[in-house]
Structure formats: structure tokens, C-alpha cells
């Protein structure tokens, strides 16, 4: 697999350069060749809260909470 946080770096400069689509691509290649990943699932939530598609934000800041993620916490509060 390409380093997650390679990958991470590309998803978001493509967010940045609006290419929506393939960050996107890049995000859940994230979470599917880092399951454990708290990070993965923190950035994919970032990813949603980006496009407002605020359920899945939190679902998957839930998923990156599981895996211990703190950051991920106070982002999840924004939504309850």
C-alpha cells in the first residue's frame, strides 16, 4: 500500500484544488487499506463535513473515536 499519510496529503491538496471526486477516491482508499486508522477515518469525516453531508461525518468520526481518535471527539460534538 502507498503510506497513508502520503495519500492523506494527495486527498487533501485535491480537496483544495476542488477535484471533490478523486479526493474523495483517495479518502476511502485510506480507510479501506487502513482499517485501524483513526486519522483515515477523521480525515474522510473532514472530507464530508467539507462537502455538508453532515450523517456521514459522523459516522466516521464515531468510527475514528472507536479507534482512539481525541480530535475526533470534539468534531463529533458540532453535530449533537
Do not use: W
Not at 24 to 44: D, G, K, M, V
Not at 64 to 79: D, V
Amino acid at each position: 500500500y502507498a503510506p497513508e499519510r502520503l495519500v492523506d496529503a494527495i486527498a487533501h491538496a485535491l480537496l483544495d484544488y476542488g477535484m471533490q471526486e478523486v479526493a474523495f477516491a483517495y479518502f476511502q482508499l485510506n480507510t479501506r487499506n487502513y482499517e485501524a486508522s483513526a486519522h483515515a477515518f477523521e480525515s474522510l469525516g473532514d472530507y464530508y463535513v467539507s462537502q455538508s453531508s453532515f450523517t456521514e461525518a459522523s459516522e466516521c468520526y464515531g468510527k475514528a473515536i472507536e479507534l482512539g481518535s481525541i480530535s475526533a471527539k470534539a468534531k463529533l460534538e458540532q453535530f449533537e
